[in-house]
Structure formats: structure tokens, C-alpha cells
């Protein structure tokens, strides 16, 4: 609800003050003596939503506690933070305890929010995040396999992790995603390397978009840890067709402003073991673009096994057969950019339409590409822990388009299908910078040579391709401009910003004088009357979202030192008195005196507003009338009118 600064009137015979509305209370629940471990922020369905996953050593009711942080005292939650139930249930054995997961949803953008989970007497300490616009600009970044464990040192790989996160957000503290590869850990179910993997307090700062590869696919620990939203859990996704078996698996989208992410479970990619094959990665794809395309300006596909890679998975079998069944539908379905992991090494394809190079024509390494109708971008990312790296391999004479790695007539040491290949064993990332007619993705070194770096300093690998004075921390390795293909009309955009919120509040109109109402008149020995005008209440509202409002009163015992007669005795008739902001005056409230029940002892209606109304000015006012009993004691008395102005 929006307010207004509250106004005051001076002392009078009928005071006026404002009053606004309070928050919502929390439920008060047990103790829960319940140990909370690897909680982690991820993506929701769109930008006002974000998932909170956590583990829970008992199975026991619990939530998260949600606020602004400016509301926040000394540390505390506000009683009027938000709560969101988690749900969940028992763990994999081999780790025990519980899973738990709550959506928070009705986030505000430009907004800094503090959270903690589990339950009143067992809260896990507090993280932060913040919101921003949730229109246009914003960039997100892409990591490729962390895969802790895969050195044979799962400290040195969390440390090369932890530095690649301080790294690439120190760079860039505003980046509103972090996209998942694949191949968060080593070994699907052991914990010791998932808790390596969310030991960074980036991933409870940042929504963590998840993605499963290979070495995530065998246990449920990944879907257990990475709950993520509009998820299709249904058996075609999973590799073996059987979602209640102990694996991972499923495709889920979400919209984040204006790109459509689409994520899929690419360890299914035949049906010989049960499960639906690339067809239904396929089916699934079309059928979220066209339902939810419309929706966005850019579509974006995530998924682990890279189909053109240049390192040692270039030539796999399954990564053969996905470059047939793939490239031609995701052309034809307007896809823009995929994102893979898996071959631990980086790459830029060429533009490929079809299963081919959209473009003989385009140049290695070229700084702008034009897609064209059906052109679509593949990036491979490389290790972003340091925990493993895989030598980028040679071509062969295996053809030049569809599922052959022969070499690239402009750059015969690649294959055909890339722009750029490189690999030096150090650490990188990706950066998307999403913009209204264009995408930027580069590629930038977030370590060297020097430790962390554990396939170097284990000497898994024999070589380190860096210098720190010529390929710094934070220099770029490849960087590419993606221009979107307009048809053959020409198309016009225009971004409007936010308009000024505007307000809604009201004042008195004029000197808020006394409402003398009077010397009182004696009927017939039975009553007194007086009468009088309220004075005029000014009402304003300027804001876009024209939402219903209403005015509202009540009065207090008239007093004079200890002699007092009820306020029921005070009765009204609303009146608008200038029209404007859709206001319409309520009914009249008669006198206590004379109908039971009646009076403005209690908040009665002057004024209110429908949805939709104009924005503007009106002033509205009221009519009043007094009526006491002939046996009032004698005096001057006042009371105080309490307005309270109430909107959406």
C-alpha cells in the first residue's frame, strides 16, 4: 500500500489526525532443534520470484522469514516480515537428513531484501540479496563445470571455485543471474563435494540457475540441493524414463526480463535405456516457445553436453548425434544463444543454421555477428574452478557440416564449426550482457597460472598457456557482438521508462479552522441539536495504477474536564464537494440519538473510489449533526475526528 507523510490538524473542536495501516504477524511455531546446512538462492519463474533450497537434519515444519533490509533492527526481522512454507522431504541414505525448498514470490524491483531459514528458536544466520529493474538491460554470467572433487583435492577445486565467484562478481557486483553449466560436483551423491560446491556466500546472494551434467545425473542429490522453477519432472526427461528412480533429471524454463530460458536434462539423449531421447528434449523446447516465445526478446538454452566443443568430447558419439537432431529445430524455432558445458575447454561457434555455418563468409573471431534467419550462437564454457581441464584436439576429415569435425577452410587447426577455440588451464567465465537490439558474450579470465589453479598445482595437467602481465585477472579472452535479424521490414523500438510513481493522499482544504458547531438547541426538553460542515478534505491521487481508495472517520467523546457524552451522538451526510478521482460520497450516518447503532463512535465511510478511476483532485466534506440527550450537564465540549485514508 502506498502512503502518504501523515497530517496533522490543529487542536480543535473536531481534530483531525491520519492513521495508516500495519503489517502482517508472523505464525509462532516450536522450537526446531533442526541443523540448517547448504542453503542456496536460485532462479524463480521470473524476476520478482527466487527459490530458497536448503538441508534439514530433522524432518520438521519450517519456512523462510523475509524482509526489506532497511526493515531490519540491530539485526532482527520486522514483525511484519513475510514467511513463505517450505516443503520437501528425507534425503538420499547415503547423506540423510531432509531436503526443504520455498518460492519467494512478490519481490519488488529495486529493492534490497534480507532472508533466514527454518523457524522461530532456530533460524540459520541472515543473507542478502537485492532486486533491480525489472525492465530492460541487465547482463548475467555463465560458468562452466566447477565440478568439485575432479582434482582429487576438493579443497583446492572449492577454493578455485570460491575464486571464481569473488572474481566474476566483484567485476560484476550487478549481475542479476548466475547460469549453471553443469557438473556442480565430481560424484553425484557425496556431500562432502556438495558442500564444497555451496560454500561461497555468492550463491545466497545471487540466484543460482542450475543445470545437470554427467557427474551430477546419478543420485538425487541434485535435485534435492537445486530445486528450480516450471519443471517438467515427467519420465520421457529423465535418462532411464523412470523419475522415482535414484537419479536426476527434467527440463524447466523461466522468463528473467526479456530472455525466455529454456534448461534441459541433456544426460537423456537416447531411449534404449527408457527414456524419451532428444525427441522429447525437442518437443519439450517447441513446446515452451510457443507458448511463453511471445513473451521475451531473446531465447536462451542451457543444457550440459556441448555439441560443438573443440576438446576431448568433440568427437563423442552422443555429441554426434545431438548435432543432427538438434540445430535444424532450434533454428527453425528462432533460438538465438546455447549455452553448454562438459568439454572443460572455451568456444565460440560460428553462426549455424541447420547443422551448418550460416554464413561461408564469416570470418574466425569475427567482433559482430548478423544471424540472419535461423543463425544460432552454441558458447562452450571452460572450467570455472580449475578442478580439470580437457586439450582442445584436432580435426579430422570427417566433413564439414552436421556430425563431422572436419577443419575449418579459414582456420584448419579448429573445426569447422568454431570461431574461436582456447584453452591456457586457467580459470574463466562468461559474461551476457543483455541489451535491447544486440547480446555481448565474452569470455574473461577469472585466475592464472598461480594457485587456486588445482589441475596445476597437482600437476594434472603438464603446461600453463598464461603470463599474468599479458592475460590478467579480468582480461578478455574472446568477445562477440550477436545482432538480431529484423526481417525484411524494418522494426522501430522505443523503451519507456518508469513513470513517476505519483501518490495518493489527502489534506484539509484551506485554514483548518474550529468546527464550532455551536450553542447547542434544546427540542421540547428532550434533546439538544447542533450542526455544522466539516471542513473540506482535499483528496489527490496521481498514480498509474488507479487503484481503489477510500476516506474514512471516527470521533471521540466529547469532554469538557471530567463531564463527557458519547461520540455515537455525532451523525453525518457525506458530500463531494469539487468531483474529481472518481470520488463518490457514502451514506448518511444518522445520529446515535436516534437510531441505535448509529453514530461516528466508530470508523464509518465518507468517501472512496473504484479501480480505474481518473487521477486528479476532488474535495469532499460531510454534513454534520449532533443530537444529545436534555440531560447532558452543561459545558463546552470537544472531541477529536480521526481520518483514516485507505488505498491499495
Not at 438547541?521 to 498514480?543: C, K
Not at 465518507?606 to 481518473?614: E, F, K, M, S, T
Request: net charge negative; glycine share 12%.
Amino acid at each position: 500500500m502506498k502512503r502518504t507523510t501523515p497530517r496533522v490538524a490543529g487542536a480543535a473542536l473536531l481534530g483531525l489526525v491520519v492513521a495508516v495501516g500495519s503489517g502482517l504477524g508472523n505464525p509462532v511455531l516450536a522450537d526446531d532443534p533442526a541443523t540448517l546446512t547448504g542453503i542456496i538462492l536460485g532462479v524463480g519463474a521470473n524476476e520478482s520470484q527466487r527459490i530458497v533450497t536448503w538441508y534439514s537434519s530433522a524432518d520438521t515444519t519450517q519456512k523462510v522469514q523475509l524482509a526489506p533490509t532497511s526493515a531490519l533492527v540491530n539485526g532482527d526481522f520486522p514483525a511484519s516480515a513475510a514467511t513463505f512454507a517450505a516443503i520437501g522431504g528425507a534425503n538420499i541414505a547415503t547423506s540423510g537428513g531432509f531436503n526443504r525448498h520455498a518460492t519467494l514470490t512478490g519481490l519488488q524491483e529495486h529493492t534490497a531484501y534480507s532472508y533466514r531459514v527454518g523457524t522461530d528458536g532456530n533460524w540459520s544466520p541472515a543473507y542478502a540479496f537485492k532486486t533491480q529493474d525489472f525492465e530492460g538491460d541487465y547482463d548475467f554470467l555463465f560458468y562452466g563445470d566447477p565440478q568439485i572433487g575432479s582434482s582429487g583435492d576438493v579443497a583446492k577445486d572449492q577454493a578455485g571455485w570460491q575464486d571464481t565467484l569473488d572474481v566474476s562478481l566483484a567485476a560484476n557486483p550487478n549481475a542479476e543471474l548466475l547460469v549453471s553449466g553443469g557438473d556442480q560436483v565430481e560424484t553425484a551423491n557425496t556431500e562432502t563435494q556438495w558442500n564444497a560446491f555451496l560454500a561461497p556466500d555468492k550463491l545466497r546472494q545471487y540466484p543460482w540457475a542450475a543445470t545437470i551434467g554427467n557427474h551430477d545425473v546419478g543420485g538425487k542429490a541434485y535435485e534435492q540441493h537445486l530445486f528450480t522453477p516450471n519443471t517438467d519432472r515427467s519420465g520421457p526427461l529423465y535418462a532411464n524414463g523412470n523419475p522415482a528412480s535414484n537419479t536426476s533429471g527434467g527440463d524447466y524454463w523461466y522468463i528473467y526480463k526479456d530472455v525466455l530460458f529454456i534448461d534441459l536434462n541433456s544426460n537423456s539423449y537416447t531411449t534404449t535405456s527408457g527414456g524419451g531421447g532428444d525427441a522429447a528434449h525437442l518437443a519439450y523446447v517447441s513446446d515452451v516457445i510457443q507458448q511463453h516465445g511471445g513473451e521475451a526478446k531473446w531465447k536462451v538454452l542451457v543444457y550440459h553436453h556441448a555439441i560443438y566443443s573443440p576438446a576431448d568430447h568433440a568427437k563423442d558419439g552422443d555429441n554426434k548425434a545431438r548435432r543432427v537432431d538438434f540445430p535444424t529445430a532450434f533454428s527453425n524455432l528462432g533460438v538465438d544463444l546455447v549455452l553448454q558445458g562438459h568439454d572443460h575447454s572455451y568456444s565460440r561457434s560460428y553462426l549455424i543454421k541447420n547443422g551448418a555455418k550460416a554464413n561461408p563468409d564469416e570470418q574466425p573471431g569475427a567482433a559482430d555477428v548478423y544471424p540472419g534467419p535461423g543463425g544460432v550462437l552454441y558458447v562452450t564454457g571452460n572450467s570455472a574452478s580449475g578442478s580439470k581441464y580437457y586439450d582442445i584436439t584436432a580435426p579430422d576429415n570427417s566433413g564439414t557440416s552436421g556430425a563431422g569435425n572436419g577443419a575449418d577452410p579459414l582456420n584448419p587447426n579448429n573445426y569447422w564449426y568454431n570461431s574461436v577455440q582456447n584453452q591456457e588451464h586457467v580459470r574463466s567465465y562468461v559474461k551476457v550482457q543483455v541489451r535491447g537490439d544486440k547480446l555481448v558474450v565474452q569470455n574473461i579470465r577469472s585466475g592464472t597460472c598461480a594457485a587456486p589453479n588445482a589441475a596445476v598445482e597437482r600437476g594434472n595437467v603438464k603446461w600453463c598457456n598464461n603470463t599474468d602481465a599479458a592475460q590478467p585477472v579480468g582480461s578478455i579472452v574472446d568477445n562477440v557482438t550477436v545482432h538480431p535479424y529484423h526481417g525484411d521490414g524494418q522494426q522501430l523500438q522505443v523503451n519507456v521508462p518508469n513513470a513517476a510513481p505519483g501518490e495518493f493522499g489527502w489534506s484539509i482544504g484551506g485554514y483548518n479552522g474550529l468546527v464550532d458547531l455551536g450553542t447547542a438547541e434544546e427540542h421540547n426538553g428532550d434533546y439538544f441539536q447542533a450542526s455544522g460542515h466539516l471542513n473540506p478534505i482535499v483528496v489527490t491521487d496521481s498514480r498509474r495504477s488507479l487503484a481503489p481508495w477510500s476516506i474514512s472517520a471516527s470521533v471521540s467523546d466529547f469532554r469538557d474536564g471530567a463531564k463527557s457524552f458519547p461520540g455515537s451522538y455525532l451523525g453525518w451526510t457525506p458530500k463531494v464537494l469539487v468531483a474529481g478521482v472518481g470520488a463518490q460520497a457514502s451514506a448518511a450516518v444518522p445520529s446515535g440519538y436516534d437510531v441505535q447503532g448509529g453514530g461516528l463512535d466508530v470508523s464509518r465511510p465518507l468517501a472512496w473510489a473504484d479501480q480505474g478511476h481518473p487521477r486528479g483532485t476532488a474535495e469532499v466534506g460531510a454534513d454534520l449533526d449532533l443530537k444529545i440527550p436534555a440531560s447532558s450537564d452543561k459545558g463546552d465540549y470537544r472531541a477529536t475526528l480521526t481520518i483514516t485514508a485507505l488505498s491499495s
